[in-house]
């Protein structure tokens, strides 16, 4: 036979998927998630086993870690020995486990993840406690397999007196599954254990009135009672595990937060590093100092504020930042007869329950059948010692021992039991009084006898026994309950005062999209002046805005898009520098240019809306407060029709009214109000009927009889006309002429559309592009007064060919 031919063909994923279900099979059973009944993971259970196999219990001293190492290793977890060994050290840290289970000897680390020192320095021994876990197991009460080399037994489980996976918790991801079970207090969870006994039916709400939730050695407070129910039902469950602090009072009016419990699993030394780093980023104003004055007396951390800082602000600011508060995921798997399954807290219980009442009854019947045996024995030796000169005359008339022990049986009714304990019975009991002790022996172990038969025979004798046991435990070890527990899971409301200072600032935005932050102080020592802000070439500044460091901008788009920029984040520039292209500080489109700027202080003013006016006559009014997001990327702002797009968009209080001017110079004006507030991505109403070609150029916002609507054609004409000339209108109509362009070959033109319109109140200063770049400044006071159907008159001389792209207002 070739060697080809010894080989069977067969796909890959079905040998991938063999061998990888293996793998899972293994490290699910024999790894990462533990056992329902003893709430340990393998390693765990073979270190305490070879442990109190080698006599390292708590009334011996203390033994090297390097030898148990070996003994796991060498006997029962032949996977190396830092895996066997950080078992061991997870098992000795207090602020891991509820009730330690390892007594450590040495460094064994620390919470600031300090790792403990190595093996062979350390020395260690089984906790008290643990030795609960070992309890009886010499007395068959669990099952015993080979180990990996098939040398000596390990228990397949521990009896576990008490519910450990529960009260320790346990941390595990293995193929496919993962487990978190959180600690809980051992007084607690025992005494849910005997209210379920009792009570076998018991609700989860019920059971809740002895567990209130977990309970984590490192203490904190626990938030999120739905959370905690949800989790004991399901398995799967959401709580917020939140610093105990303390705002303590300090000479001259300043202040301190002082940290004297973390949440669980949090590491100190990198919690005192994220506070340390804020305040040197200065992300919060008002941290003067972070110090971890940790020592014998306990953990503590203490963040020192500057005067006046405001000091429940930064902390909630440290909460929201920082780990001071985390999440905790409840996902509480366990193996229940070979097979992980996600349990609630009552399913839990019952397995332990009923783990329990298969140790207690095998440990009975071992008991029992001592008890029996000896029994029996001693009823042979008070027979014999009834009728001891026949024994005695017996055992001398015998050739040897084995002879002996025939004629007793076979003379006196003896079995063979009786007669060897008979034959190997001491001359000193023959004495009065150890007579009278062994028929006392013999009554007690009678009596005895009938406790443990009727334990086995009645179920509510042998439930009372565990109860009676757990009980002594809970008593022996219980300890305060550490972590407090709130109903409700706190909002965490961070000031935007606590992390930017206030200040009165200049922003302006160029017409190639150039964005910047000026201080006061920049703009004032340059001049003063508008006009002397730093622009690209070719570039100008398209808005200007006074604002506060506090205050946030609406960025809206052509195509009914919108930004929330923070005025704070925008980058800080000296008045004549350029500032930063938008596109470093938000995803905008290139096709898709910025129309509106508005700034926003408060986004819950009732009184406020954004009205968006289009090319195509629409106008939609919203609620202010539907604009507020913390996202940074863009929104939608407006629906908008086929070939539409926004031309301004106005903050307004609807006490005005709006007039739309239309390219071919017509216009109206009506009610804002006639615009309902519809939500944020609508298409709102018409303002206006357009003539086929025709589009809205510019929404303008007026109110009363004073002021001038002031319109520019493409190719420099201008005129004012008094607002009173404009009479109210319903929405929706064709409206008014208000620029009247001239026809005809020997007629002077004076443009074809209209580019821009605008309100004049106070006289200010306009600033006109042409299509060649070039720009020309002038005051709305040069343009005339005329009537509504005037032609406007030549503001400036534009060369043959060119014509106005952009007309800016530069001040008010």
Request: hydrophobic share 35%.
């Amino acid at each position: 036979m070739s060697t080809s031919e010894q080989f069977l063909p067969a796909f890959l994923e079905d040998v991938v998927g063999e061998r990888f279900g293996r793998y899972s099979k293994y490290i699910i059973q024999d790894r990462a998630i533990p056992d329902v009944r003893d709430g340990l993971k393998p390693v765990q259970r073979r270190i305490l086993y070879a442990m109190y196999e080698a006599g390292n219990t708590p009334d011996k001293p203390y033994r090297k870690s390097a030898k148990t190492v070996g003994d796991v290793m060498g006997n029962y977890h032949p996977h190396g020995d830092s895996s066997i060994y950080e078992g061991m050290v997870r098992m000795a840290q207090p602020w891991k486990m509820s009730h330690t289970l390892i007594d450590g000897h040495g460094n064994w680390g620390s919470m600031d993840d300090d790792p403990a020192a190595a093996m062979r320095y350390t020395e260690a021994r089984l906790s008290s406690i643990a030795m609960e876990l070992l309890r009886d197991i010499e007395k068959r009460t669990v099952l015993f397999k080979d180990n990996f080399d098939n040398t000596v037994k390990e228990p397949v489980v521990l009896p576990a007196r008490f519910p450990n996976l529960l009260v320790n918790g346990v941390s595990g991801i293995s193929s496919g599954f993962a487990t978190e079970i959180p600690t809980h207090s051992l007084r607690e969870v025992i005494d849910a254990c005997v209210a379920l006994i009792d009570k076998p039916h018991i609700s989860l709400e019920e059971l809740m009135t002895y567990v209130k939730g977990p309970d984590f050695p490192t203490g904190g407070i626990i938030m999120g009672e739905e959370g905690i129910k949800k989790a004991y039902e399901t398995g799967r469950g959401k709580i917020y595990i939140r610093a105990k602090t303390e705002i303590e009072q300090l000479r001259g009016g300043k202040q301190q937060i002082v940290i004297t419990e973390i949440p669980y699993q949090v590491i100190k030394s990198k919690l005192v590093t994220a506070m340390e780093a804020i305040r040197m980023d200065k992300k919060v104003e008002g941290i003067a100092e972070v110090r971890d004055e940790s020592g014998r007396d306990g953990l503590k951390i203490v963040v020192e504020l500057k005067k006046d800082a405001d000091a429940e602000g930064i902390l909630n600011y440290l909460f929201k930042k920082t780990d001071l508060q985390v999440t905790y995921n409840f996902n509480m798997v366990a193996i229940v007869n070979k097979t992980p399954k996600q349990l609630g807290i009552i399913e839990m219980l019952k397995a332990y329950i009923e783990h329990q009442k298969e140790v207690v009854t095998l440990r009975t019947r071992f008991d029992l059948e001592k008890a029996e045996d000896r029994a029996h024995v001693l009823e042979g030796l008070v027979k014999a010692l009834n009728i001891l000169d026949d024994v005695i005359e017996t055992i001398k008339a015998s050739r040897n021992r084995q002879d002996a022990q025939k004629n007793l049986v076979q003379q006196y009714d003896f079995t063979e039991r009786q007669a060897d304990a008979i034959l190997t019975l001491q001359l000193y009991r023959l004495t009065n009084l150890e007579i009278t002790s062994l028929e006392k022996e013999w009554k007690e172990l009678q009596k005895t006898i009938d406790v443990l038969r009727g334990i086995l025979n009645d179920p509510q004798k042998l439930m009372k026994v565990i109860k009676k046991e757990i009980g002594e435990i809970r008593d022996k070890y219980g300890i305060d309950r550490r972590s407090e527990i709130q109903s409700e899971v706190e909002e965490i409301k961070v000031n935007l005062e606590v992390m930017v200072t206030s200040e009165d600032v200049k922003v302006t935005f160029s017409n190639e999209g150039y964005i910047k932050r000026t201080s006061m102080l920049s703009f004032n020592r340059s001049g003063g002046e508008l006009e002397s802000t730093g622009v690209k070439e070719g570039d100008y500044v398209s808005g200007i805005w006074e604002v506060n460091t506090l205050d946030n901008l609406l960025l809206f788009t052509k195509n009914g898009q919108y930004f929330l920029l923070p005025v704070h984040q925008i980058p800080e520039y000296k008045w004549k520098e350029n500032g930063t292209a938008l596109v470093n500080l938000l995803p905008v489109q290139k096709d898709d240019p910025i129309i509106a700027v508005i700034p926003i202080k408060d986004f819950d003013d009732p009184s406020q809306s954004i009205v968006f006016v289009t090319a195509k006559g629409q106008v939609k009014r919203t609620d202010l407060s539907e604009y507020m997001t913390n996202r940074s990327i863009g929104i939608n702002a407006v629906k908008l029709g086929k070939d539409d797009y926004v031309i301004d968009v106005q903050l307004s209080d609807g006490a005005k009214e709006i007039m739309l001017v239309t390219e071919y110079g017509m216009c109206i004006r009506f009610d804002e109000k006639e615009v309902n507030a519809t939500g944020r991505v609508s298409a709102g109403v018409k303002g206006i009927q357009l003539k086929e070609g025709d589009r809205v150029v510019s929404g303008l916002w007026v109110s009363g009889d004073e002021g001038e609507i002031l319109v520019v054609s493409d190719i420099g004409y201008a005129k004012r006309t008094l607002l009173l000339d404009y009479h109210i209108q319903g929405r929706g109509g064709v409206g008014l002429i208000t620029f009247e362009f001239k026809q005809g070959k020997r007629v002077r033109p004076n443009g074809d559309k209209i580019i821009k319109a605008f309100f004049v109140k106070d006289a200010f200063e306009l600033s006109a592009v042409a299509s060649d770049g070039s720009r020309t400044t002038f005051s709305t006071e040069k343009a005339p007064i005329e009537e509504r159907k005037a032609p406007g008159k030549a503001m400036f001389s534009l060369s043959k060919g060119l014509h106005l792209t952009e007309i800016i207002q530069i001040a008010e």
